[in-house]
Antibody, heavy 126, light 107 residues
């Protein structure tokens, strides 16, 4: 089971970008994919998740409207996209599989991110 | 949003020490709490899920406890490979949120 992310990117402010995360070794359509940002020297920030089966997407309010999360389940690949990059978008971006485990006696699930990609470094500089 | 507060933000310890990291949620999250370890230059790695369950392959010196708003990650005998950053994360509700992290350094 692995997630493989696209390579490092260097862009200028205002440019667009789409990075990818390809899953293998498991049924890609049956697990949420999450995106997590880590700015240099900082902590982890959850950006959003997507269900590859039907492209159901949830965003953190902090990132809603600034990025677009999409998926091509035929390619077992999720994407994170910007239409107009800013210098403040410079960071490491991780994708992760969100695994669910049923909570006994309920219809609820414990969710956790059990498989992570290696990360994609995005540098935005003029 | 649920705020996750970790303490301490950093600590210095020696090999063989017992280390405890705490995480507090701004509201009751029952046991929807995960812990991750991150070494420099690497992606995070899942250690504990559902507050107390050890992820497969993780050494038994790692353990988690707590429920409601207060949680603890304990390393019973710190090993050289355990020097890293540790993050808690609530999975109770969206948006998912992480604690600020605890950096475990060599004394």
């Amino acid at each position: 089971v692995q997630l493989v992310q696209s390579g490092a990117e260097v862009k200028k402010p205002g440019e667009s970008l789409k990075i990818s995360c390809s899953g293998s070794g498991y049924r890609f359509s049956n697990h949420w994919i999450a995106w997590v940002r880590q700015m240099p020297g900082k902590g982890l920030e959850w950006m959003g998740i997507i269900w590859p089966g039907d492209s159901d997407t949830r965003y953190s309010p902090s990132f809603q409207g600034h990025v677009n999360i999409s998926v091509d389940k035929s390619l077992s690949t999720a994407f994170l996209q910007w239409s107009s990059l800013k210098a403040s978008d410079s960071a490491m971006y991780y994708c992760a599989r969100r695994m669910g485990m049923a909570v006994p006696g309920t219809r609820d699930y414990y969710y956790y991110m059990d498989v992570w990609g290696e990360g994609t470094t995005v540098t935005v500089s003029s | 949003d649920i705020q996750m507060t970790q303490s301490p933000s950093s600590l210095s310890a020696s090999v063989g020490d017992r280390v405890t990291i705490t995480c507090r949620a701004s509201q009751n999250i029952r046991n929807y709490l995960n812990w991750y370890q991150q070494k420099p230059g690497n992606a995070p790695k899942l250690l504990i899920y559902a507050a107390v369950s050890l992820q497969s392959g993780v050494p038994s010196r790692f353990s988690g406890s707590g429920s409601g708003t207060d949680f603890t990650l304990t390393i019973t005998s710190l090993q050289p490979e355990d020097f890293a950053a540790y993050f808690c994360q609530q999975s109770h509700s969206i948006p998912l949120t992480f604690g600020g992290g605890t950096k475990v350094q060599i004394k």
